[in-house]
């Protein structure tokens, strides 16, 4: 898998072989998937967020189509958190016609130490623009025009903003007429403006260079007000398009719902429809529908319902199963006539038959639950 380097808080490794020369890139591309994704545990368990299967593929294969879509040839992966995974599955890019490189954290450093920490691997120069991707946010907004907007004004940075009809979960980004960041403030209970980070940065490279090197950093905290405060031109890229941050269960499948359906469009999937499944997958005689997903080698039982969820590689729903917005792990066996809404089974979990398992409820991976173990009914 080609050679690798390392750098003062990391290791880089370069996906692509050995021996290649590096072509002149003018715009290139950071993706942050270095967290550890607690919330949507247990599916983070032995899978890193990014790599969770969304529409069919790993979630991050949908943002770093849209990168190549947009322009994006070569793209740094800031990995930690079950770093191997990225490079066992993405390799050198070449499968998506890019070029992937890999910088791997031994520290965790925040949003902008691992931006400054990934730079290592980056070849433009100091005013070419960098993409900048969390690595936990779907979005259908024009990266291409943000770069060009960037371009136009000659920014340091802009940000992709949404507006939102309740701000208070968030910290709010106002702008000027202009497009020009007046502020960054923290979440308060009467925000000054609806506009939130949507999590995509275009940034001019020296800007990059200038975080500081080797401490935790966070862009949002540290890097952009000071910006704002030395007089540096930040602005607003404001967009109405789809957008969602995939933090949670409930997120990440009404996503992967929803790219399948073709609310939110990723060039990684062909067509949409009420379903998706491996060219493997068994689901004669149920019913599939609503944006679910069914992974290689997966079993739908005849008589068994799947709406809007995602069913794992090889995991197996049982005859006159119900299973409505919720996660499936690989090689999980759901028993007949059981209901699950709105809840997440781990990898390899087997559930009984006539168990309800509803609202949030998490089972981790492997654990076993006999016939009728949990209910939230008296029904039987």
Not at 172 to 193: I, L, Q, Y
Not at 257 to 270: F, N, Q, R
Not at 339 to 352: E, K, L, P, R, S
Request: glycine share 12%.
């Amino acid at each position: 898998m080609g050679g690798q380097r390392r750098c003062a808080h990391g290791v880089v490794r370069a996906g692509r072989a050995a021996g290649l020369t590096r072509a002149p890139v003018r715009v290139e591309g950071i993706v942050l998937v270095g967290g550890q994704g607690t919330r949507l545990r247990p599916l983070t368990l032995s899978t890193p967020k990014p790599m969770l299967p969304v529409a069919g593929v790993p979630f991050l294969t949908h943002q770093l189509v849209r990168l190549r879509a947009a322009g994006v040839r070569h793209v740094v992966l800031a990995t930690s958190y079950r770093a191997e995974v990225f490079e066992a599955h993405f390799g050198d890019g070449k499968s998506l016609a890019m070029q992937i490189d890999y910088v791997t954290e031994t520290d965790p450093l925040g949003t902008g130490g691992g931006i400054r920490n990934a730079a290592v691997a980056l070849n433009g120069d100091a005013d070419d623009p960098v993409v900048v991707l969390n690595g936990d946010v779907l979005s259908g907004h024009d990266i291409a025009g943000q770069v060009a907007t960037h371009r136009s004004v000659d920014a340091d940075v802009t940000l992709h903003l949404v507006e939102v009809e309740d701000a208070r979960a968030f910290g709010c980004v106002p702008t000027d007429a202009d497009g020009r960041v007046t502020a960054f403030h923290e979440k308060m209970p009467n925000p000054v403006s609806n506009q939130i980070n949507a999590g995509c940065y275009v940034i001019r490279r020296r800007v990059i260079d200038d975080i500081p090197a080797g401490r935790v950093v966070s862009v949002e905290r540290e890097t952009f007000p000071a910006l704002l405060a030395a007089g540096a031109n930040v602005r607003g890229y404001v967009a109405s398009d789809y957008w969602l941050d995939v933090g949670t269960p409930q997120a990440i499948v009404q996503a992967s719902a929803d790219i399948v359906t073709g609310l939110a469009a990723s060039p990684a999937v062909a067509e949409a429809g009420a379903m998706l499944a491996a060219s493997d997958a068994s689901y004669d005689g149920a019913h599939v529908s609503g944006g679910s997903a069914l992974g290689a080698g997966a079993t739908v039982q005849a008589g068994a319902t799947v709406m809007a969820s995602i069913i794992g590689a090889g995991a197996v729903v049982e005859e006159g199963a119900r299973i409505t917005r919720s996660a499936i792990g690989a090689g999980a066996r759901i028993g007949a006539r059981t209901t699950i809404v709105d809840a997440v089974i781990g990898d390899g979990a087997q559930v009984g038959a006539d168990n309800e398992l509803l609202a949030g409820l998490r089972v981790w991976p492997d654990v076993v639950l006999p016939d009728r173990a949990v209910r939230f009914s008296s029904d039987v």
